[in-house]
């Protein structure tokens, strides 16, 4: 029997099928996981929020009518969540939080990722993408991580695909800046130009070693 897609799974937990919504939630919690994993302040964090956003789904699954895709459904819910918690954790709590500039590394308490990489430019991979605006790591982490193209990514989160483009521009270009700024950081380290090929090499390093492939 073909596995039920996303959309009939959570029509059917909508319709009271508990096992459907299981599955849905099976399906998607390491992906869930790996959105939270290197965007919070301590390793403590990624339960709670990967855990707010199933509670988040199972409490308003009602309100989705298919008008977006179940999994774009559920990555808007992670979505606010992440924003939610990076306002509650912003040092300077008073200002309006502009995610295309805010980063990771501007919250209180914010310390080093979690994803322990054997490469030292995986490392730093992984650390500059906590230093670019919010709205750019998300994209290019599930470019990334999840291996998404910019269209698919676009699709995901329910953001034109422009958009997303402009973001993933953006974003790489301050991506290869501070991945080049950390690699030069290292006693007696030359000066680096990272490219786009070099960064896209190191993710899937990454993805092999983490086994998110």
């Known amino acids: 029997m073909a596995a039920r897609g996303d959309g009939e799974l959570l029509g059917a937990w909508q319709a009271g099928d508990a096992a459907a919504g299981e ?3 099976d399906r998607h919690f390491d992906a869930i996981t ?4 290197n965007k919070v302040c ?3 964090d990624v339960a709670e929020l990967v855990g707010q956003t199933f509670l988040g789904c199972t409490a308003s699954k009602d309100r989705w009518r298919g008008e977006a895709g179940a999994r774009q459904f559920l990555y808007a ?4 969540v992440l924003r939610k918690y990076i306002r509650g954790r912003y040092k300077r709590k008073s200002e309006a939080l ?3 500039a805010v980063c990771v590394q501007d919250c209180e308490g914010a310390s080093m990722s979690s ?3 054997h490469r030292r430019e995986a490392r730093c991979l992984v650390q500059a993408l906590r230093e670019i605006a919010v709205e750019d790591q998300i994209v290019l982490e599930l470019m990334y991580f999840e291996g998404l193209s910019g269209s698919e990514a676009a699709a995901l989160l329910g953001v034109p695909e422009g958009t ?3 973001r993933i521009a953006r974003g790489r270009q301050r991506l290869r800046e501070r991945v080049a700024a950390l690699l030069a950081a290292a006693p007696a380290a030359p000066t680096v130009d990272v ?4 960064l896209e090499a190191w993710a899937r390093e990454l993805r092999r070693q983490q086994g998110w492939e």
Request: aromatic letters at 14%; zero cysteines; hydrophobic letters at 50%.
């Open 77 to 80: 819910i992670a979505g606010n």
């Open 164 to 166: 997303v483009r402009g």
């Open 23 to 25: 599955a849905f939630v």
């Open 34 to 37: 790996r959105f939270f994993r």
């Open 115 to 117: 994803i322990v990489a």
């Open 42 to 44: 301590s390793e403590d």
């Open 195 to 198: 490219t786009p090929e070099q």
């Open 98 to 100: 502009d995610f295309a």
